[in-house]
């Protein structure tokens, strides 16, 4: 088990067009959807929401096949965790596995009573399956490392 450091950790779930974010609360104790960013945004959010708050660590889901596997975006998505990593070294950095987290969000928008419009906005799916990431890093007791 990984030591504490209180404050936020933030989630990242990253696609080509998107970004799902989702954080927790200070205690570390409940994951919550942030917002949905155009992709080419990301390190100026990042950047912003870290002067307002404090963030100790960052989990970004990663992609795998159904096997268990690399997937076509793990390359992306880690090049990606790279720059995270290098632009943000104050704070730790971990993968979490998303594989069924868009499923599990669709199926969570659902049985929340959300419209079907809201269930197949994509922005709504990509910070819901961050929060699933993010809850899933909790639970595990602190992901598969950097």
């Known amino acids: 088990m990984i030591e504490k450091k209180w404050g936020r950790i933030m989630a990242i779930d990253y696609g080509l067009k998107r970004v799902g974010i989702a954080v927790t609360?200070?205690?570390?104790?409940?994951?919550?959807?942030?917002?949905?960013?155009?992709?080419?945004?990301?390190?100026?959010?990042?950047?912003?929401?870290l002067q307002k708050e404090s963030v100790v660590s960052f989990v970004m889901g990663l992609p795998k096949g159904l096997d268990g596997g690399p997937s076509k975006m793990s390359r992306v998505v880690e090049a990606i965790g790279l720059e995270v990593k290098k632009t943000f070294p104050g704070q730790s950095f971990y993968y979490q596995d998303e594989r069924f987290?868009?499923?599990?969000?669709?199926?969570?928008?659902?049985?929340?009573?959300?419209?079907?419009?809201?269930?197949v906005d994509k922005g709504n799916i990509d910070?819901?399956?961050?929060a699933i990431i993010l809850q899933s890093f909790l639970v595990s007791g602190y992901g598969s490392g950097q």
């Not at 609360?25 to 959010?45: E, G, M, V, Y």
């Not at 987290?101 to 269930?119: E, H, I, N, P, V």
Request: charged share 15%.
């Open 101 to 119: 987290t868009s499923k599990l969000a669709m199926q969570g928008l659902y049985q929340a009573g959300y419209s079907k419009k809201d269930r």
């Open 127 to 130: 910070q819901v399956s961050a």
């Open 25 to 49: 609360d200070p205690l570390q104790i409940i994951a919550t959807p942030l917002t949905t960013i155009p992709t080419t945004t990301l390190f100026l959010f990042l950047k912003e929401y």
